[in-house]
C-alpha cells in the first residue's frame, strides 16, 4: 500500500475522558462500517433512530422558524459558506482518506477531484445566495403583484455510498444558499465523511440546528425522514426501489415535495466515423470510473459496424490491462466495490449474463482472496431483453452491441426505463443533433462522458427521477414562490 489512511475515529490517547466515552458509547444503539478493501471494521458508529431523527427535526424547525439562517442576508450566508468551502479544502488529505477507506473509491482521485470539486460547488452556490430574488409581475387587470421566492423550511436529505462526498454537497450548498435548514442521513455503508463535514460546518459558524447529520441504516432513520409530518421537503438519491417508498411515505404523511436522483442504464453510441483509440478510451473510463458504481455509468456501448470488429479487440485489451488492487495505491485504477452486498450483486448479474448466452469477453471473475474486488467485464452479443442489458448492475459490467443505422441505435438506446445520461461519439453534426434529441435521457454528453460542471443542471427522465442536481435548477428545489397582489386605483397606465 502506497498510502496509510489515517485512523479518523481513534481518539487521542492522553484524553481524559476516554473511558468515560466508551462507556457513553456503548449505551447506544451502534453500527460497523467496513473497509471493503478487507472486509474489516474500521469503526463503529452511533445509529440514528426515529427518535433521533425526530430529535434533530425538532433543531431544524427551530432554526428555521426562530433561528438566524434563514434572515441573514445573502451575502452573510455567502460568507459563511465560503468559509466552510475553506475548511474543506484544509483538510482535503483526511477527507480523501476518509471516502476511500469507507467505500472503496481511489484515494487520489478523491484528492484530486471528489473533495476540491465538493468545495467548489459550495461556492457555487454562495455566490447565488445574494441573487435570490422573484419579480415585479404585470397583469392584466389594475393590480401590483409580485414574487417572493422563500426557503421551503426544513429539508431532508438521503444520499447513497458512491460519491459520499459528492453527494453530501450536491444536497446541502443550494439547500443552505436558499436558506432552509435540514436533516441528512449518510448511506450505513459510509458515514465517515458526512460525520467530519458536520463538524467543519460548526467551525465555518453555520448556526445550530441548520445542518444535522444522522447516521443510520435506511429502512429505520431514512424512513423517519421520508415519514415525517415536519418536513417540508425530501431529496433523495440513490436506487429506484427506495426512490418509489420515500415518494409513498412522503404521499402518505404530509405530502413533502420529493426530488429523486435515481439509477441508470446509460448508452454510448459510437458512430463509424469515431477516432477507435478515444472511443476505446471514453467506453472504458464509461464503465470503469468508481469501479462502475456510478448512476451515470456507460453501461450499454453500441458500436456501428464498420470499427465494431477492431473496437472490440482494443476495448478488451484495455480492459485486460487496467489495474484492480489496493485504493490507496496509485498505480491503482479500481478498487474494491463498496461492500459484500454489492460484490455479490455484480457477481451474481455477472453468472446472469453468462447463463443469458451472451459472450463473455473479459474478466467475470474476482481479484486476490479479501475484499471485494471484481475485475472488468465485457460482454458482448448483447440483446436488448437480456437482464444484463436492462438492469442497473452498479459494478464494472459493460454490455457491447453491434449495430447497423442510426434508427436501430436510437431504438435500443431508449429500450430501458431508465433515461439518466448518453454519450455519443461522432464528427457528424447531423448525427450528433439528431440522436442528442431522440434519446430521453436528462444528459446528453457528445465526444466526452461524465462532463459534470457546477452550473451544468443534471438529473433524469423516465424512471430514473426528476428533480434536478447542479445548476440554478437544484436552487429552486429548494425555494418556494409567493405571489403578493395588491389593487391599484386610479393607475395612469
Ligand atoms: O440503495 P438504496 P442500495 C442503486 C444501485 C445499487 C442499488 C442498491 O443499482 O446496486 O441501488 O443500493 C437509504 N427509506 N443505487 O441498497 O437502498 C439508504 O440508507 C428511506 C444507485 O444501497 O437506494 C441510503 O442512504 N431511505 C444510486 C440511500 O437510501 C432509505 C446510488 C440509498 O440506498 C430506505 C446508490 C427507505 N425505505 C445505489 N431504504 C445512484 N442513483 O447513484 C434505504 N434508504
Not at 92 to 103: K, Q
Not at 374 to 390: C, G
Not at 410 to 417: L, Q, V
Request: neutral net charge.
Amino acid at each position: 500500500m502506497a498510502q496509510h489512511p489515517p485512523s479518523p475515529m481513534s481518539l487521542p490517547s492522553s484524553s481524559p475522558n476516554y473511558s468515560s466515552m466508551e462507556i457513553l458509547l456503548n449505551q447506544f444503539q451502534s453500527f460497523e462500517t467496513i473497509d471493503p478493501r478487507t472486509g474489516d471494521v474500521i469503526a463503529r458508529i452511533s445509529e440514528g433512530t426515529k427518535e433521533d431523527i425526530d430529535i434533530a427535526v425538532k433543531a431544524a424547525r427551530r432554526a428555521f422558524d426562530s433561528g438566524p439562517w434563514p434572515r441573514l442576508s445573502g451575502t452573510e450566508r455567502a460568507k459563511i459558506m465560503m468559509k466552510f468551502a475553506n475548511l474543506i479544502d484544509e483538510n482535503i488529505e483526511e477527507l480523501a482518506a476518509l471516502d476511500a477507506i469507507d467505500a472503496g473509491k481511489l484515494y487520489h482521485m478523491c484528492k484530486a477531484l471528489d473533495i476540491p470539486s465538493a468545495a467548489n460547488t459550495l461556492r457555487y452556490y454562495a455566490g447565488a445566495a445574494d441573487k435570490i430574488h422573484g419579480n415585479v409581475l404585470k397583469p392584466s387587470r389594475q393590480f401590483h403583484a409580485y414574487t417572493l421566492m422563500e426557503p421551503i423550511g426544513v429539508v431532508g436529505h438521503i444520499i447513497p455510498w458512491n460519491f459520499p462526498t459528492s453527494m453530501f454537497f450536491v444536497k446541502v450548498s443550494p439547500c443552505l444558499a436558499a436558506g432552509c435548514t435540514m436533516v441528512l442521513k449518510p448511506a450505513e455503508q459510509t458515514p465517515l465523511s458526512a460525520l467530519f463535514y458536520a463538524h467543519l460546518a460548526k467551525l465555518a459558524g453555520i448556526p445550530d440546528g441548520v445542518l444535522n447529520v444522522v447516521p443510520g441504516f435506511g429502512e429505520i432513520a431514512g424512513a423517519a425522514i421520508s415519514s415525517h409530518m415536519d418536513i417540508d421537503a425530501v431529496s433523495f438519491t440513490g436506487s429506484t426501489q427506495t426512490g418509489r417508498k420515500i415518494m409513498e411515505a412522503a404521499a402518505k404523511s404530509n405530502l413533502k415535495q420529493v426530488s429523486l436522483e435515481l439509477g441508470g442504464k446509460s448508452p454510448l453510441i459510437i458512430f463509424d466515423d469515431a477516432d477507435i483509440e478515444k472511443a476505446t478510451e471514453l467506453a472504458l473510463i464509461g464503465i470503469l470510473f468508481n469501479k462502475g458504481e456510478v448512476c451515470v455509468a456507460s453501461s450499454r456501448v453500441f458500436v456501428q459496424e464498420g470499427i465494431y470488429g477492431e473496437f472490440e479487440k482494443k476495448l478488451v485489451e484495455k480492459a485486460k490491462a487496467w489495474v484492480v488492487g489496493d485504493n490507496f495505491d496509485h498505480n491503482v485504477q479500481q478498487g474494491p466495490q463498496v461492500d459484500k452486498k454489492q460484490f455479490e450483486k455484480i457477481l451474481s448479474y455477472i453468472e446472469h449474463g453468462k447463463r443469458e448466452g451472451a459472450t463473455l469477453l473479459t474478466g467475470g471473475k474476482t481479484v486476490g482472496n479479501k475484499g471485494y474486488f471484481i475485475e472488468p467485464t465485457i460482454f458482448s452479443n448483447i440483446k436488448d431483453d437480456m437482464l444484463i442489458a436492462q438492469d442497473e448492475i452498479f459494478g464494472p459490467v459493460l454490455a457491447l452491441k453491434k449495430f447497423k443505422t442510426i434508427e436501430e441505435a436510437i431504438k435500443s438506446a431508449n429500450n430501458t426505463r431508465y433515461g439518466l445520461a448518453a454519450g455519443i461519439v461522432t464528427k457528424n453534426l447531423d448525427i450528433a443533433n439528431t440522436v442528442s434529441r431522440s434519446i430521453r435521457a436528462g444528459n446528453i454528453w457528445i465526444n466526452c462522458y461524465f462532463a459534470f460542471e457546477d452550473d451544468i443542471p443534471f438529473g433524469g427522465y423516465k424512471m430514473s427521477g426528476f428533480g434536478r442536481e447542479y445548476g440554478l435548477e437544484a436552487l429552486h428545489k429548494y425555494l418556494q414562490v409567493k405571489s403578493v397582489v395588491t389593487p391599484i386605483y386610479n393607475s395612469p397606465w
